[in-house]
């Protein structure tokens, strides 16, 4: 069964103090790795999509990397507006897409 | 703003009632899916379809279904409704690839009481 685990659960950093959010999967045959970002109560807002091990995308302070077993997003230099929870999903064929449940980061000043 | 239209975005309601939500895809986008979402349960894909017929089917309940229209909006219908079923419904769609992204709409809040 596909499985998608998000590490950790909850993070609190300073301003300007950079951290990693870690994204697990399990999935035959890996279509595609999906970032978002939401907001609360707001729909998932995309930010990357990583299609094979070794790729990396960058955007803004954001970084996603990708390998066969998880991918991770940098946050490097964080500011307060970067507080949200971020959600990783992997898709493994037509419809088959599983959410993780999410980090939910809270950057202070 | 991604282009994805929900309505209404709230809608209180009570149990043993039924409601219908309410999507506009992306201009050009195909596929239009359905998600829950609750505090305790995360994003749950409901159903995906694709140029108007059912391509995939996720944690969906049989008192829910949905549909999408010649002109590509679809509506998700919730029957029979339970205080549980109180939660955001988002609509996210994508354009014809396989690879696909998804952009989601801004979602409909559902309070049944």
């Known amino acids: 069964e596909d499985q998608v685990t998000q590490s950790p659960e909850a993070l609190r950093l300073q301003e300007g103090e950079s951290s990693s959010l870690n994204c697990s999967y399990t999935?035959?045959?890996?279509?595609?790795l999906f970032w978002y970002r939401q907001d609360p109560g707001k729909g998932p807002e995309f930010l990357f999509t990583l299609y094979s091990a070794g790729e990396e995308k960058e955007k803004e302070r954001l970084k996603a990397t990708l390998t066969k077993k998880e991918s991770f997003l940098h946050i490097t230099a964080p500011k307060p507006e970067d507080s949200a929870t971020y959600l990783c999903?992997?898709?493994?064929?037509?419809?088959?897409?599983?959410f993780g449940a999410g980090t939910q980061v809270v950057v202070t000043p | 703003d991604s282009g994805v239209t929900q309505t209404p975005k709230h809608l209180i309601t009570a149990t043993g009632q039924r409601v219908t939500l309410r999507c506009s895809p992306r201009?050009?986008?195909?596929?239009v899916y359905w998600y829950q979402q609750s505090l305790d349960q995360g994003l749950q894909f409901l159903i995906q379809?694709?140029?108007?017929?059912?391509?995939a089917k996720g944690n969906i309940l049989e008192r829910f279904s949905a549909q999408q229209f010649p002109d590509l909006h679809s509506e998700l219908n919730l029957s029979s409704l339970e205080l549980g079923d109180s939660a955001l419904y988002f609509c996210?769609?994508?354009?014809?690839?396989?690879?696909?992204?998804?952009?989601f709409g801004p979602g409909t809040r559902l309070l049944v009481l």
């Open positions: 999903a992997v898709q493994a064929g037509w419809g088959k897409f599983q």
């Open positions: 201009s050009g986008d195909l596929s």
């Open positions: 996210a769609s994508s354009g014809r690839d396989l690879q696909e992204t998804q952009y």
């Open positions: 379809y694709y140029n108007g017929e059912e391509r």
């Open positions: 999935v035959s045959g890996l279509r595609g």
